[in-house]
């Protein structure tokens, strides 16, 4: 008889709420308008049209991600259905696309958290804050999602108090200014001499801030029935975030019309002063910070969710990337590998991390639609058949609009993403020992 105890695994705790608050961490919805001036001078004040679109072309990805969630409710998202569809070689390489987007991403909200408040703070030193925000969320994921979901509610909620206040600050603007008639304007759709290209091109910068409605699917395995909470959790992220995108992009379009601005990237700043004053804009730099703090803790989670699914199946080193805390049944080691990679940011500037993240995101959404044609494909072989408009004219169009927006990419992400991908074709190489076998089947299936 033996006397070792069984292997942790990872503890089923979230409900549909936990779900949507952690996707909506990750998706930050005070990003909107982070970046508001960005895309209202390139689309000439037609912000809201851009992230209109944008939220039309992400929920056809949505529906694909939600399809393979039901289909596999296990960690790994895009990395395992590839996997399970199209098979174990481009699998890995779809995971180790995403590792670029997963494991960077933490490391890029942490900096630019750093980059606010080194902004109020001259005195104190960049790597002081980011070795805060690096310390803080990694404790609060290590202890477990119990404990950062109660954290994120906490962080989330003031978030969206401060977006609530600036929606109302900003009507009650333009009220003031234009009277109620003012608060009607199709402008923040049409712009000021806007053209299809510059609100196509903003669209596709606006798509950025959709990256992450996915992320919830890397906590399936810790998910109450995973199968019909987690499809249902990846609609509402994307519809949620995407409703308060075109929302707050519509009043802040009121408030300043047009695409012209003193700063472009510092236009939120000058609205929410110009609406609230100075203490309004002292919180409103708050919710900023607050803002980086919550997308970083669920960006971790999620990527040491997809590190350890990747670990467990030998993919990569099992005794570190799938190795779980006795105590608290969480991918501690995968956590901490992604904390380490977040002190990179100390040498880096913000326009130079984010050029990393983009190229593994786009790569997944595309073949997250070609699984989703290939499973209904493989369905149909073995007589069960599926709704032919979710499962294969969907997908197209999903992967139609990402493969567009990936050539919209700065060149120097697609550079970047390109050479991560050929050292991921050599990794596989070495893996399989010269492409002769297949990479390591899951050692845990809790289909």
């Not at 995973?226 to 379009?253: D, E, N, S, W």
């Not at 999903?398 to 567009?404: D, N």
């Amino acid at each position: 008889m033996s006397n070792s105890s069984p292997a942790p695994t990872l503890a089923r705790t979230l409900k549909l709420p936990s779900l949507v608050l952690f996707g909506l961490a990750y998706l930050t919805p005070l990003i909107v308008l982070g970046i508001f001036g960005v895309i209202a001078s390139q689309t000439g004040g037609a912000s809201a049209s851009a992230y209109l679109i944008a939220l039309i072309a992400m929920l056809f990805t949505a529906s694909s991600y939600g399809r393979m969630a039901k289909a596999y409710p296990v960690a790994g998202s895009a990395y395992t259905y590839v996997r399970r569809t199209i098979g174990g070689r481009i699998g890995f390489l779809v995971g180790w696309s995403v590792i670029l987007d997963y494991m960077f991403l933490p490391m890029v909200i942490w900096l630019i958290g750093g980059s606010y408040l080194q902004a109020q703070f001259p005195g104190v030193p960049m790597p002081v804050w980011i070795l805060g925000f690096i310390v803080i969320t990694s404790v609060l994921n290590v202890i477990g999602l119990k404990v950062a979901d109660r954290a994120n509610l906490i962080l989330m909620s003031f978030q969206i108090l401060v977006i609530v206040i600036f929606v109302a600050l900003s009507i009650a603007s333009v009220v003031n200014t234009n009277g109620p008639s003012g608060l009607f304007s199709a402008e923040p759709f049409t712009g000021i001499n806007a053209g299809f290209a510059g609100i196509a091109g903003g669209a596709a910068v606006a798509a950025y801030s959709f990256l992450g409605f996915d992320a919830v699917t890397t906590l399936t395995e810790e998910t109450i029935e995973p199968r019909r909470t987690v499809p249902k959790a990846i609609m509402l992220v994307a519809l949620i975030g995407g409703g308060i995108f075109v929302i707050v992009a519509y009043v802040a379009q009121l408030v300043h019309p047009g695409g012209t601005f003193t700063d472009s990237d510092t236009a939120a700043f000058q609205i929410a002063t110009k609406i609230g004053g100075n203490l309004f804009g002292a919180v409103f730099l708050a919710a900023l910070v607050v803002a980086q703090f919550t997308s970083g803790l669920a960006a971790q989670a999620s990527g040491s969710r997809l590190l350890y699914a990747m670990g467990r199946d030998g993919v990569l080193p099992k005794r570190i990337f799938g190795a779980l805390s006795p105590r608290f049944r969480t991918p501690m080691l995968s956590i901490l590998v992604i904390a380490i990679v977040g002190l990179i940011a100390m040498f880096m500037d913000v326009s130079t991390s984010t050029s990393f993240i983009n190229f593994g995101a786009f790569v997944a959404f595309i073949m997250v639609n070609l699984s989703v044609i290939v499973y209904w494909f493989k369905q149909r072989r073995e007589g069960i058949t599926h709704n032919p408009l979710v499962y294969v004219v969907v997908p197209i169009i999903g992967m139609i609009v990402i493969a567009y927006l990936l050539t919209q990419l700065d060149v120097h992400a697609i550079t970047l993403g390109a050479i991560w991908f050929v050292l991921g074709v050599v990794v596989l190489g070495i893996t399989t020992r010269g492409f002769r076998r297949q990479p390591p089947e899951l050692s845990v299936d809790n289909v």
